[in-house]
């Protein structure tokens, strides 16, 4: 079992910056993939940014050129740097962890942390 923990969401104004974090209780698997996800109100969750643990990333078009994925594995932390912020960047950012081992997949979720952006 991981547990997610997630931090550093607020309300900021736009173009301002936020740095979240997600720290993981425990990584069940060397080989995994690490991101974030958003869920903004009355939409669908939508992934933002995902990096695995060799450190492959990807974003979501929106964010590119906004917003940074980053990882310390040997703190089985996360991290989004999020530049530049517009107000149709809030919603709730959900911190995600996803291995495979065989044929099972292990996918689990934190909290989520709001982030507002005000124009």
């Known amino acids: 079992q991981v547990q997610l923990v997630e931090s550093g969401g607020g309300l900021v104004q736009a173009g301002g910056s936020l740095r979240l974090s997600c720290a993981a209780s425990v990584s069940m698997f060397s080989i995994n993939v690490m991101g974030w996800y958003r869920q903004a109100p009355g939409k669908q969750r939508e992934l933002v940014a995902a990096i695995t643990s060799g450190g492959s990333i990807n974003y979501a078009d929106s964010v590119k050129g906004r917003f940074t994925i980053s990882r310390d594995n040997a703190k089985n932390t996360v991290y989004l740097q999020m530049n530049s912020l517009k107000p149709e960047d809030t919603g709730v950012y959900y911190c995600?962890?996803?291995?495979?081992?065989?044929?099972?997949?292990?996918?689990?979720w934190g909290q989520g942390t709001q982030v507002t952006v005000s124009s």
């Open positions: 995600n962890y996803n291995a495979v081992r065989g044929v099972t997949s292990y996918n689990y």
